[in-house]
């Protein structure tokens, strides 16, 4: 008859294995969670365990990553550990923030994503979940990670144009001024426009033609919005070479349309300068 004990070794084999068992990292599904609310604001937060996965691999990988997807990258820090980006914004839904940390201790690698939408924003759940997962399941550890975090880190973001009419972006900015002035030149570097309204001015400085927007003051417009800025932010534009025949018919009141990059901002004077502008149709 087969002896039915265990020895004595295998006694303390097994719960080693049972806790090893119980000690595996949750999956980037399982850490998901959701809180606040569409009033208050809503907060999404994943994250992922990696094996030999530095602080600075990560963002450095999470860079390239989140550039593809055509997020804007506002800072990154990787010796830091830390990364705010933002959704970027599409018509009239504004971006909101997304923090990234990652730490690492004993050899493995956690990096933590956190959303916080704006009051009044809203996101199904298991859209977010999908997203974030999606983008934090593509962290690397060990050789390829360093290699992908080297590639990552000088990628740039690849959303379209940013196209609206020039009194929305002027309210935009206003109040993106109030709230943080800093913050802007970071969160429009090299980003593109395209932007509709009417001439407000046009003027030649040291051989370039700049094309202003007209934007009326605040208690000038008909309309405004609960809570809009008390200041207006003039948008001016740099003219592309070769767009000179287009610049010298245009006159104050005449309605146009034209792409142009992110340059300069002036929070003290309120201006917007983007460069190489040009005609669309």
Do not use: W
């Not at 599409?90 to 201790?105: C, L, S």
């Not at 974030?132 to 060990?142: D, F, H, S």
Request: hydrophobic share 40%; net charge positive.
């Amino acid at each position: 008859m087969r002896s039915c004990y265990l020895s004595a070794g295998a006694a303390l084999i097994l719960p080693a294995l049972a806790l090893s068992s119980g000690a595996k990292a949750a999956t980037c599904d399982e850490t998901f969670t959701k809180a606040g609310s569409i009033l208050s604001g809503m907060r999404f937060t994943a994250t992922v365990t990696v094996p030999d996965l530095t602080p600075a691999s990560a963002i450095g990988q999470m860079r390239g990553i989140v550039a593809a997807k055509g997020y804007d990258v506002i800072v990154a820090e990787p010796d830091d550990g830390s990364m705010l980006i933002e959704q970027p914004q599409t018509g009239k839904a504004r971006a909101f923030p997304i923090t990234i940390t990652a730490t690492n201790a004993g050899g493995q690698g956690t990096v933590q994503m956190e959303a916080k939408l704006r009051g009044g924003q809203t996101v199904p759940a298991e859209a977010a979940k999908t997203e974030m997962c999606e983008m934090l399941g593509g962290l690397k550890g060990g050789k390829a990670g360093l290699a992908a975090a080297s590639s990552g880190m000088k990628a740039v973001s690849t959303a379209p144009p940013l196209e609206m009419d020039a009194l929305s972006l002027s309210q935009q900015i206003s109040k993106d001024t109030e709230r943080n002035a800093a913050a802007i030149p970071l969160r429009y570097e090299n980003k593109s426009f395209i932007i509709k309204g009417m001439v407000g001015e046009i003027a030649k400085d040291r051989g370039d033609y700049i094309v202003t927007y007209k934007i009326p003051q605040p208690y000038e417009q008909a309309i405004r919005l609960p809570g809009q800025a008390a200041f207006k932010t003039d948008i001016a534009c740099v003219m592309a070479k070769g767009q000179a025949a287009f610049t010298l018919q245009l006159k104050p009141g005449k309605t146009i349309r034209m792409s142009g990059v992110y340059d300069n901002f002036s929070p003290t004077d309120h201006i917007l300068l983007l460069k190489d502008c040009r005609s669309v149709g």
